[in-house]
């Protein structure tokens, strides 16, 4: 069993920036690849970003690539997505989430075990 609690989102304007974190708790964390996901209102969740165990792999949507970078930190079982010139398209909620597959399967969202709650991000105009 896994715990993901998100954190860090909130309002901010067109062109700002927001860093989310996920805790995680349970299995050991630093065997897990993570990834986040966001869902705006009315439309399927989404793949954002990801990173593997070790943290030497990354993928991103096409969509936040150059304006989004995610990291992880194993001795502190924390995973943070950095989101900087931010546009109104961004709103959504975020979710973390994390997979325990020994073959990664980084944009798939059926591929992870375990998600969090969510934290809103709204990007106004």
């Known amino acids: 069993q896994v715990h993901l609690v998100e954190s860090g989102g909130g309002l901010v304007q067109a062109g700002g920036s927001l860093r989310l974190s996920c805790a995680a708790s349970?299995?050991?964390?630093?065997?897990?690849?993570m990834g986040w996901f966001r869902q705006a209102p009315g439309k399927e969740r989404e793949f954002v970003a990801a990173?593997?165990?070790?943290?030497?792999?990354?993928s991103y949507a096409d969509s936040v690539k150059g304006r989004f970078t995610i990291s992880r930190d194993n001795a502190k079982n924390t995973v943070s997505l950095q989101m900087n010139n931010l546009k109104p398209e961004d709103t959504a909620v975020y979710y973390c989430?994390?997979?325990?597959?020994?073959?990664?399967?980084?944009?798939?969202?059926?591929?992870?075990?375990?998600w969090g709650q969510g934290t809103q991000v709204t990007v106004s105009s």
């Open positions: 989430a994390a997979q325990f597959a020994s073959r990664w399967s980084a944009t798939q969202l059926e591929k992870y075990d375990y």
């Open positions: 349970g299995r050991t964390f630093s065997s897990t690849h």
């Open positions: 990173i593997n165990w070790s943290g030497r792999s990354t």
